[in-house]
């Protein structure tokens, strides 16, 4: 089968590759619509490794994805022939302690799409489990379906934050994880999300949705800005979403006393944290690793209008021309969020 093979760091081919996809009783079979370009995707690519993910062999790539069931497996009830899905991309071991306790996110033997060595999904057919499949709501097109798994990112961390009515939220970073963290937190129920960054372009984006204020850290420190709002009594959520060890210095002087931080970035070395900050206003602490729980949560908010994704995807690409998304993804233009590509087979 044809795929969007990395062959190595800062090798790509669009090449048949032999892929195991046999349905078995619990699975379905889906033709691809609409992939999304990921960070970790263009990471993998640019750098041949996140963390201890590690590319030692030939791997396709892709995990933000939508498309039609052309096949199901004969346990399968609740998903048909023709059904519009998007799809969770981890699949955790079900009988394992994590999965139990339903945090099946932070199952030791989850395998993931794109995360050495388990193959991604720019290729035009995958066989996943039904149980991590989701069908599409009428209102919800193929592009939104492959939006829901950054979005679900967001979600996990309004959730982990406990939002209360009304509370005022400040996110660190203005990139696609970012925007979707605000966008949580504002369906979450705060009336206000900051949101910083030194680029222009990004915080224009966000500053075009109602109830985001975008903030340009380059000419103004975020806590003065905060402390001018809030009356000095800080935000009661701040979600780190840059990554950025940087962004953790004098972090807990945006945080009101009792309030919460959310780590959603992932930085790639070790950080420096101020313990004394934190516990003199008795800051609590929350870490977000993707998402368990949330797909069909998402995908409710979206059919009901009341998120909107679609300004969010800023470039689409033909699967015949997926390399270019990946070198324009990896150019990191600061007016794009979300580049797609499609896979031309959603109805077979
Ligand atoms: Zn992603």
Redesign the pocket.
Known sequence: MQALVLEKKGVLNLREIDLQQVVGPDDVRIAIHTV?V?G?DVHYYTHGAIGPFVLHEPMVLG??AAGTIVETGSNVRGLALGDRVCMEPGIPDMSSRASKLGIYNVDPSVRFWATPPIHGVLTPFVVHPAAFTYRLPEAVSFAEGAMV??FAIGMQAAARARIAPGDVAAVIGCGPIGIMVALAALAGGCSRVFISDFSVEKLAIAGRYPGIVPVNIAGQSFAEVLARETDGWGADIVFEASGSAKAYRGIFDLVRPGGAMVMVGLPVEPVELDVPGAISKEVRIETVFRYANIFDRALALIASGKVDLKPLITGTFDFADSIQAFERAAAAHPSDVKLQILMGSGAV
């Open positions: 999304g990921c970790s995990h933000e798994e950054p």
